[in-house]
């Protein structure tokens, strides 16, 4: 069953239309990059999942299914998606530790407050931080991090549910190369142990080698959907940027250079 089918969503924010008429069926286990200009309305479509943003219901024959539900409470879906934003990043930088917003993510807040910590709950967020490589950074504050560490201890907050379906929008923003480098090995760790992953970039070096599936995205439409070979071409990435472009594949890597 397609854990998300979504068809004839249109947003508007004001008079701006930010996505038309967008229509689009995902499954468990098909790793999927949307991938787009700054503006091509990527982020909205994630705030649609998690019911940030509600379509526009004048627009012709709308589904706005999750998990087979046409209705659903965000927090029960919490075993289904994990979500880490630049947003989120934003909002955790502060003088909590890397195992609190860890731990912070069984209460969906950000750092803990009058929180219940279980054995069970302390165990696992310790698990995370060994898989993600960041036990060592644990008991430091997110404000003293740099943005690549914080940002692994945001993956580890999401993955406290033991999501089905990890979301990332814009997750290598203010990445240096060292940092990008770990970034796409822990996601290709995290897409090995079967974990979906939905990626959700303008930058091509993101899309790790697990992820086949390729969504353009621009003016708030999806333009082309296929397999990577099909859709990261010389012809489509420049349309999509605007600028003349030569797509290059370099060990399951693709980088668009001559611009």
């Not at 998690?50 to 999750?66: A, H, K, Q, S, W």
């Not at 990008?180 to 993101?206: M, S, W, Y």
């Not at 070979?229 to 349309?239: K, M, P, Q, V, Y």
């Not at 940027?241 to 980088?255: C, L, N």
Request: overall charge negative; aromatic content about 8%.
């Amino acid at each position: 069953m397609p854990f998300l089918e979504f068809r004839n969503i249109t947003v508007n924010h004001g008079e701006t239309r930010v996505l038309d008429a967008i229509s689009v069926t995902l499954k468990e286990g098909e790793h999927v990059v949307i991938l787009g200009p700054n503006g091509a309305g990527k982020s909205s479509f994630i705030r649609i999942i998690t019911r940030e943003l509600y379509p526009r219901l004048d627009c012709g024959n709308v589904m706005f299914r999750i998990c087979g539900q046409d209705v659903w409470d965000v927090f029960s879906l919490r075993s289904t998606f994990g979500i880490v934003s630049n947003d989120l990043q934003y909002t955790c930088t502060r003088a909590i530790t890397g195992k609190e917003t860890i731990l912070s993510g069984f209460f969906s807040s950000i750092g803990l407050f009058n929180h219940e910590i279980t054995p069970a709950m302390d165990e696992k967020a310790d698990e995370i931080a060994a898989f993600l490589g960041i036990s060592h950074l644990a008991n430091r504050p997110m404000n003293r991090m740099s943005s690549g560490e914080s940002r692994r201890f945001l993956i580890g907050r999401a993955m406290v549910h033991d999501p089905k379906v990890l979301i990332l929008d814009e997750p290598t923003n203010s990445l240096d190369l060292a940092a990008h480098h770990t970034f796409r090995q822990t996601i290709r760790k995290i897409a090995h142990e079967g974990t979906t992953i939905i990626l959700v970039t303008h930058n091509l070096p993101d899309i790790i080698p697990e992820i086949d599936r390729v969504i353009l995205m621009k003016d708030g439409r999806f333009t082309a959907d296929g397999r990577k070979a099909e859709i990261l071409t010389d012809d489509r990435i420049g349309r999509l940027f605007g600028v003349p472009v030569h797509v290059k594949e370099e060990e399951g890597y693709y980088y668009a250079t001559g611009y």
